[in-house]
């Protein structure tokens, strides 16, 4: 069974900086693609940014270009979302999330970690 554990939420001042982590355990396929999304209380879930699994390229949303950074290690089979630069519109619980192939759309998801950015 599947399974994505974040972790590195927390409550942090504007301007400060937090780092996601997300496990992956019992995974028996090759992961294509990791990410992280994120839902601020009231509204839909958006996308923070995403990394291809063996060649590393990355994707951010604009908002976050700049003040974020995705990577992985694969020998923990690990991935995660240095965040900068905090705003309180950042405030949000964030999702990671693993493609197993190209045309995957979120094939398992982890059940969240809150961050909280103070003004």
């Known amino acids: 069974q599947v399974q994505l554990v974040e972790s590195g939420g927390g409550l942090v001042q504007t301007g400060g900086s937090l780092r996601l982590s997300c496990a992956v355990s019992?995974?028996?396929?090759?992961?294509?693609?990791m990410g992280w999304f994120r839902q601020a209380q009231g509204k839909e879930r958006e996308f923070v940014a995403a990394?291809?699994?063996?060649?590393?390229?990355?994707y951010y949303a604009d908002s976050v270009k700049g003040r974020f950074t995705i990577s992985r290690d694969n020998a923990k089979d690990t991935l995660y979302l240095q965040m900068n630069s905090l705003k309180p519109e950042d405030t949000a619980v964030y999702y990671c999330?693993?493609?197993?192939?190209?045309?995957?759309?979120?094939?398992?998801w982890g059940q969240g970690t809150q961050v909280s950015v103070s003004s």
């Open positions: 019992g995974r028996t396929f090759s992961t294509y693609r």
């Open positions: 999330y693993v493609d197993k192939v190209p045309s995957s759309r979120y094939d398992y």
């Open positions: 990394l291809t699994w063996s060649v590393g390229r990355t």
